[in-house]
């Protein structure tokens, strides 16, 4: 019935290292599986400094729109302004002339108000201007470091995915050594339970669940004639044998 000349215990001492084995083998996968996640977070944090820019961008062009459009308003005030004093120098009666004069009093009062919301606009736009080049310099900084990162990470990516492919290969030597129906009972427990399927017995308690062992199924185990499990979380037993000559696990 064995596909193997191997005792049941060298058999349960090789699905020992394969079982380990395999778990480094799923802990590599994980650690693979991690890296789209981490490159993700990387590129997040590239947008979010392009947003970032592209607001303070926006709030800076706004700002300065308004300085050109209060700058024109001057410009038009002083046509105005012309007008009225070209006016002035033909005015016929005393009225008509101060009339004029209330006209360019008026134009002054508004020019300086306008004069005063320069002033701040201009203090605004510097302080955008600043904000912008110290944005656009920490983002810099942060591409080229994320650049760096990501960079590391896909080396990382290729470095695990060429390990996995030499343990994948590596595994497929210890199949032969085991029987071919415990292999199937041990790939078939790892697919439904995720978890290792043979617990090392020593010292009369299940490895995996800290039970412990029945005296006579402790009995059983140690004579390695055929597959025992534990009572409590039904793992295949591979016990410590009652000599200490036998290497184990
Ligand atoms: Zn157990």
Request: aromatic content about 4%.
């Amino acid at each position: 019935m064995s596909s193997t000349d191997a005792s049941l215990r060298q058999q349960l001492a090789t699905l020992y290292q394969l079982q380990e084995h395999d778990r480094g083998l799923l802990s590599i996968r994980r650690q693979l599986q991690d890296i789209p996640r981490q490159i993700e977070q990387l590129d997040a944090s590239v947008a979010k400094s392009t947003e970032d820019i592209a607001a303070t961008s926006a709030t800076l062009a706004e700002a300065e729109k308004a300085q050109r459009s209060k700058n024109a308003a001057l410009e038009m005030n002083a046509v105005q302004r012309e007008k009225y004093k070209a006016e002035q120098r033909t005015a016929t009666s005393n009225d008509a002339y101060s009339a004029l004069e209330r006209q360019i009093e008026f134009l002054d009062r508004q020019d300086a108000e306008t004069e005063d919301e320069i002033l701040v606009l201009m203090d605004e736009i510097d302080r955008h201007q600043a904000a912008l080049t110290e944005i656009e310099a920490e983002a810099a900084q942060e591409n080229e470091r994320n650049t760096e990162q990501k960079a590391a990470l896909q080396a990382k990516q290729r470095e695990l995915e060429t390990l996995i492919a030499e343990k994948r290969e590596k595994r497929k030597a210890f199949l032969p050594q085991i029987d071919a129906q415990l292999v199937v009972q041990y790939h078939r427990w790892m697919e439904r339970q995720r978890t290792p399927f043979l617990a090392l017995g020593m010292k009369g308690i299940c490895g995996s669940c800290r039970i412990s062992i029945q005296p006579q199924t402790l009995k059983e185990a140690q004579k390695y004639q055929k597959l025992v499990y534990c009572s409590s979380c039904k793992r295949a037993l591979y016990v410590q044998p009652p000599s200490s000559d036998i290497p184990f696990p």
